[in-house]
């Protein structure tokens, strides 16, 4: 049984009030119709397992979905991050996205063109310009004007975005980069409420540390999906649990640790009422047995049978356990000693030199992981390896046998124009129909789950997605960039699990200490410098602030 919000429920002013919404993807309901409120000052914690629809119910909630039935009205503006953010214009320099929430990147540029005409040497140009600049002026005053540039510059230092990554154009950022722009902007704009999808994917320790400072005293409302239990506990003050079994949204006016132990709570005395209704119901079945026999009687003993099915029915159901895909990397195909090399390699968009010089040869069945600050390049290196981007200079040289699998934290391997179904049989086009599904019904997309475009699929959903291609790829050669992601927490265990048996050679790029642990690398390369080095204890440090 839910427990109702009691604060917003009480509050005059919801920013977001939604009334008997429902959501569904085909036959399937995600949410059965829920009634809530958010208002400020209500910090939600959003969880579930992947898939359980908390990223449909937050994009619902943004404007950018409609419900299958019920009400949102919103009360003012809402920032929402989703968790693959697409901006529209890649040309845009990264600090005028930031700036853009409160449209002070046009006053700037307008009064940087103003700036330079009222030095011109036509009086007329000139006479325009000075009348024009105390206007736009007084606009950018207005709007914040410099103190709010320079809390602009607060917000994306300290999401690890240095004056260099922002004076770059957006289609020069990595995704992770891109995703973290998108992140300050939401932050600088001010909004009264945020919906914020997995916010901590893509940041090193220190920025997910000042992230969680931040909504800790945020003043305003804000829904989080998070799998940071840490974040959780030190920012929510409720949480929603959306229960992918029953498609119900449970609703806890608590914080995180008292939700834990009311949630326990609720479902042991759920077992007992549900074990008291099943004797009750068992013993009156067996007496409606008995009296079957007679004619007399049988009227009664239908009744009877009647209210035990409607003493089962009344009692709620005892909480599934949550399903998890099943996950096996592949038996890699053979191949030589040295399956994948790269020699020189240099990368660089525009001015911005990324590295330079990067020199690695993979052996069969070696554990490699790449460290390095955020933009010092390790997504690009591991694009260049799987093929998918240029190098400027230096050749990458596939070995006898090479078989690469490639996970991309952007999901790029996959058509989002195409169903999962679709998906897996371009990964694995010799699988029968019977085969395919198999294999995606282990990884829980069964029924209409596996008939829906990819591009609708949560984050989690789309991990599952790309390492089920992986599963059946047959690769002796991994390149895993953040696999963990997007996933809950029993998700995770699972592919740390993976890893730890998976006997081809892996490179990979991540900030999860764990995952880190279950490969137990050999080696480390360090970007962007391109450093080879044994692996020791000491670079465990760097994991999660690189």
Same mark, same amino acid.
């Given at each position: ?73 919103? &009360?003012? $503006?809402?920032?929402? *991050? ?6 529209? !214009?890649? %040309?845009? #320099? /990264?600090?005028? @996205? ?91 704009? &001010?909004? $009264?409420?945020?919906? *914020? ?6 940041? !090193?320790? %220190?920025? #997910? /540390?000042?992230? @969680? ?334």
């Amino acid at each position: 049984m839910g427990h109702s919000l009691s604060r917003a429920s009480k509050d005059p002013h919801p920013v977001i009030t939604a009334h008997g919404v429902e959501l569904r993807f085909g036959a399937r309901a995600l949410l059965q119709p829920a009634t809530f409120r958010v208002g400020p000052g209500d910090r939600i914690g959003l969880v579930g397992r992947n898939g359980a629809g908390k990223t449909t119910l937050t994009k619902t909630l943004a404007g950018e979905a409609l419900p299958a039935a019920g009400q949102i009205t919103r &009360g003012n $503006e809402i920032g929402y *991050l989703p968790q693959d953010p697409r901006t529209g !214009d890649l %040309d845009v #320099i /990264a600090m005028d @996205r930031v700036l853009s929430a409160r449209e002070l990147d046009k006053l700037i540029a307008k009064m940087r063109v103003t700036e330079a005409e009222m030095a011109s040497e036509d009086p007329d140009v000139m006479t325009k310009a000075l009348d024009r600049y105390p206007k736009l002026e007084a606009r950018f005053l207005a709007a914040g004007g410099y103190a709010a540039e320079a809390e602009a510059q607060v917000i994306t230092a300290n999401l690890g975005l240095d004056q260099r990554v922002l004076a770059q154009p957006l289609h020069t950022l990595s995704g992770g980069q891109r995703r973290r722009i998108e992140l300050a902007r939401i932050l600088f704009s &001010g909004v $009264e409420t945020l919906l *914020l999808d997995e916010p901590t994917n893509h940041l !090193d320790a %220190d920025s #997910i /540390a000042w992230l @969680r400072d931040y909504l800790k005293v945020y003043s305003g409302g804000f829904i989080v999906i998070s799998h940071d239990v840490d974040l959780l506990r030190a920012c929510v003050n409720k949480v929603f649990h959306l229960d992918a079994n029953r498609g119900e949204l449970d609703q806890y006016a608590m914080g995180w640790d008292n939700y834990m132990k009311q949630r326990e709570t609720d479902e042991r005395r759920r077992r007992r009422e549900r074990d008291n209704a099943e004797k009750k119901a068992s013993a009156l079945i067996s007496q409606a047995n008995k009296m079957r026999a007679k004619a007399t009687k049988a009227t009664a003993a239908q009744n009877m049978i009647r209210r035990a099915e409607s003493m089962l029915e009344g009692a709620e159901g005892v909480r599934q356990a949550d399903r998890v895909a099943k996950l096996r990397f592949p038996k890699p195909a053979p191949c030589g000693k040295t399956p994948i090399t790269g020699s020189g390699l240099s990368k660089s968009y525009g001015s911005l030199e990324v590295f330079t010089g990067v020199d690695l040869a993979i052996d069969r069945g070696s554990r490699v992981v790449i460290l390095g600050l955020n933009g010092a390049g390790k997504t690009t290196l591991l694009r260049i390896l799987a093929g998918v981007e240029q190098q400027d200079s230096g050749t990458v040289d596939a070995g006898h046998g090479l078989k690469l699998g490639y996970y991309a934290q952007e999901h790029d391997t996959l058509d989002m124009d195409a169903t999962v179904v679709e998906n897996l049989r371009h990964a694995a086009p010799d699988l029968t129909d019977t085969q395919v599904r198999n294999v995606l019904g282990s990884f829980l997309f069964s029924g209409d789950d596996a008939d829906k475009p990819t591009r609708v699929l949560s984050g989690g959903e789309k991990t599952r997605l790309a390492l089920a291609t992986l599963v059946v790829s047959s690769a002796n050669v991994l390149l895993l960039d953040e696999p963990t992601n997007n996933l809950d927490p029993a998700s995770r265990a699972e592919i740390l699990g993976a890893l730890k048996t998976y006997e081809g050679a892996v490179i990979m790029v991540t900030h999860d200490d764990g995952a880190v642990e279950a490969l137990e690398p050999e080696r480390v390369l360090l970007l962007p410098d391109g450093d080879e080095d044994l692996w020791n204890e000491s670079y465990a440090e760097l994991v999660s602030l690189a």
